[in-house]
């Protein structure tokens, strides 16, 4: 059984497996809830594992029904890494620059992903996405809108230049050093996060330090946060496929995020017909703790929408 506060109900956790696509990859993942629930696959952003989507907001998300599955994207946590792209500095200047050309695209990710429901034995998904998982989430529903029941796109864009742009400031964060030894990784991830995270709803610095810890652990790579970056620099502008979503669509952004600025969130809400836009005051570019039980209400009315 899985995690659970005095007083509330289990939720059966699996272990963690992995799933052998046909392209050759290994996605590691892991499921809460009963299966036969309705499923909902958690698609994480840009560098970071399946346990960026807490332990703790997945039973919350799987006590409201739901079978939720969380896994680490390629080039992530315990998933395929592809070392043999290399990717410098350079590649990403010119990619943020508009030119250059990235290993692994969007669509290849969320190809992956139908891969795994695939292996799981599941048809479609309500599909929840952040930031760049956000995006894959939206390239899900366009290019396998058969897949996805309801869509869920948290602090993300549809890819066009001129809404969700990136801070400056964070930019130069993205690029800094990383660190060379586990501590190091961990004391940085902690101070740069706060150039990110919500104002409004600040995380407490153990518990950045241990999520930082847990990343570095799983496998983390700084070659594969490259990798995401190009598929992330190098998107097409989605907006005009995001007019033919026909599922309901819930977006949510925060007024405060400098990695995505909230024009993005607005813009997909904007292409896709009948979405409905959460705009949360003071939220930057992560999912703070104290945000967990409205991100589960808005994900569970969306996929009542759905039935």
Request: glycine share 10%.
């Amino acid at each position: 059984m899985g995690p659970g506060q005095a007083g509330e109900e289990t939720v059966a956790v699996s272990d963690e497996l992995f799933a052998h696509l046909p392209n050759g990859l290994d996605l590691c993942h892991q499921t809460f809830g009963d299966p036969r629930d309705e499923p909902v696959l958690l698609v994480m952003g840009l560098g970071g594992p399946m346990t960026w989507w807490p332990e703790d907001f997945c039973a919350r998300l799987a006590r409201r029904g739901f079978h939720v599955i969380r896994f680490d994207n390629r080039d992530t946590g315990r998933s395929t890494k592809l070392r043999h792209h290399p990717v410098t500095r350079a590649d990403v200047i010119k990619a943020y620059l508009g030119r250059g050309t990235a290993p692994y695209g969007l669509d290849d990710l969320a190809d992956d992903a139908a891969a795994l429901l695939d292996h799981l034995g599941i048809e479609s998904a309500h599909v929840v996405g952040v930031s760049m998982g956000g995006m894959i989430a939206q390239t899900l529903a366009v290019d396998h809108a058969d897949r996805v029941r309801s869509l869920t796109s948290i602090m993300s864009t549809t890819g066009r230049r001129r809404v969700g742009w990136i801070h400056p400031l964070v930019m130069r964060t993205m690029l800094a050093p990383a660190g060379r030894t586990r501590p190091e990784y961990a004391e940085l991830s902690v101070r740069n996060g706060k150039v990110m995270a919500s104002p409004a709803f600040p995380t407490p610095d153990d518990v950045a330090y241990a999520r930082a810890l847990e990343t570095y652990d799983r496998g983390w790579i700084a070659s594969g946060v490259s990798r995401h970056m190009m598929a992330v620099l190098t998107q097409p502008d989605r907006t005009e496929r995001l007019g033919a979503v026909t599922v309901p669509t819930q977006v949510i952004h925060g007024t405060k995020d400098l990695l995505v600025h909230r024009s993005g969130g607005r813009a997909t809400a904007d292409a896709i017909r009948g979405a409905t836009l959460l705009e949360i005051a003071g939220m930057g570019h992560d999912l703070p703790a104290q945000l967990y039980d409205t991100f589960v209400d808005a994900i569970a009315a969306t996929a009542a929408r759905a039935r």
